[in-house]
């Protein structure tokens, strides 16, 4: 809900704006650029498990890294980045203390096209693929937990495939133009369309990741 509230707060606060910066879009001349910088997400994506259905929640996480922003047109834009991601998911037990946590990091590479209007302050809309690398996983189990029992799920105790992973992110935003430096604020959903499992080598039908991110972007124009 929270994610989804501050989505809804996003888009509602960058409409309101929107008539007065298409109007003082008009009053200047467009001029192309280049900014670098730096961004951080706050994450709640996890893994959705279809045939079997297991119930999961979303590990929080984060994403940070480079970014590289290019708008060569007055309305559509280039956005890049590069990260270091961390998600994974959470199981949650009646008869045992504490959960049990899968967390997985990845190099993440996302190219995004980027909508914008306005000038000093705008309104935008990001969409692109990902693709994440993985590096390396935990695995936490609660006391109690046996790994290796027939009522087991068949990923405990296993290591993970090393999948390279793909899909969709997107989301609006708004942002601000101080001088040379450009803050943006965004919400983001990521939908994952290979999963953490394959399907033809394990029970898992579908392992997608998908959730939401919250988190912005400190841009330096050259």
């Given at each position: 809900m929270t994610f989804r509230l501050l989505l809804s707060l996003i888009f509602l606060f960058g409409s309101s704006t929107l008539l007065s910066a298409q109007k003082d879009s008009t009053a200047k001349v467009f001029e192309p650029f280049l900014e670098i910088g730096v961004h951080y997400h706050y994450t709640q994506v996890g893994v959705t498990f279809q045939t079997p259905t297991y119930e999961t929640d979303p590990l929080t996480g984060f994403v940070v890294g480079l970014s590289l922003?290019?708008?060569?047109?007055?309305?559509?834009?280039?956005?890049?980045?590069?990260?270091?991601?961390?998600?994974?998911?959470?199981?949650s037990f009646d008869t045992l203390v504490g959960n049990y946590e899968r967390e997985l990091q990845y190099?993440?590479?996302?190219?995004?096209?980027?909508?914008?209007?306005?000038?000093?302050?705008?309104?935008?809309?990001?969409?692109?693929?990902y693709?994440?690398?993985?590096?390396?996983?935990?695995?936490?189990?609660?006391?109690?937990?046996?790994?290796?029992?027939?009522?087991?799920?068949f990923y405990y105790g296993q290591e993970l495939p090393r999948r390279l992973q793909y899909g969709l992110v997107g989301g609006p935003g708004i942002g601000l133009q101080l001088g040379s430096l450009s803050i943006q604020i965004e919400g983001r959903y990521l939908q994952g369309f290979n999963g953490v499992f394959p399907s033809d080598l394990l029970t898992a039908n579908s392992s997608f990741p998908n959730g939401f991110t919250v988190g912005g972007n400190l841009f330096y124009r050259f």
């Open positions: 922003r290019q708008q060569a047109e007055k309305i559509f834009g280039f956005q890049l980045e590069l990260s270091y991601a961390r998600r994974g998911w959470v199981e190099i993440q590479i996302t190219p995004m096209t980027q909508i914008s209007i306005g000038n000093s302050f705008y309104f935008f809309l990001n969409v692109g693929p693709f994440a690398i993985p590096l390396s996983e935990t695995e936490n189990a609660p006391t109690g937990l046996s790994l290796t029992d027939d009522n087991a799920r």
